[in-house]
């Protein structure tokens, strides 16, 4: 079956760095554009960035462009966002999402009930 194995969260000070990882199995993985949502306590799922199939294409959410970068490797099954110079408003549960594309190649989209698969989540917490 389809898994989706996120990794790297944990506790940083304001200004630190963290990378998740995401790790898919059970999918063909080149097929599918993947997207990075959060979810803080009390809020909605919120898209934070997103990768083509190829990862030929990117996005990233206001709040954090500049900041965070997304990242895959076909090759491994993997996808990741290197998440720099992090405020104690990105504190939240990080998920990966797998989003079929194969016949919209470069597409990336940003509502989360349009991903058919999800992971379990990595906390991520940013202390002031």
């Known amino acids: 079956q389809v898994q989706l194995v996120e990794s790297g969260g944990g506790l940083v000070q304001a200004g630190g760095s963290l990378r998740l990882s995401c790790a898919a199995s059970?999918?063909?993985?080149?097929?599918?554009?993947m997207g990075w949502f959060r979810q803080a306590p009390g809020k909605g799922r919120e898209f934070v960035a997103g990768?083509?199939?190829?990862?030929?294409?990117?996005d990233y959410a206001d709040s954090v462009k500049g900041r965070f970068t997304i990242s895959r490797d076909n090759a491994k099954n993997t996808v990741s966002l290197q998440m720099n110079s992090l405020k104690p408003e990105d504190t939240a549960v990080y998920y990966c999402?797998?989003?079929?594309?194969?016949?919209?190649?470069?597409?990336?989209?940003?509502?989360?009930?349009?991903?058919?698969?999800w992971g379990q989540g990595t906390q991520v917490t940013v202390s002031s």
């Open positions: 059970g999918v063909t993985f080149s097929s599918y554009a």
């Open positions: 990768i083509s199939r190829s990862g030929g294409t990117t």
């Open positions: 999402a797998a989003d079929y594309s194969y016949y919209t190649p470069q597409r990336i989209r940003t509502t989360p009930n349009t991903y058919a698969y």
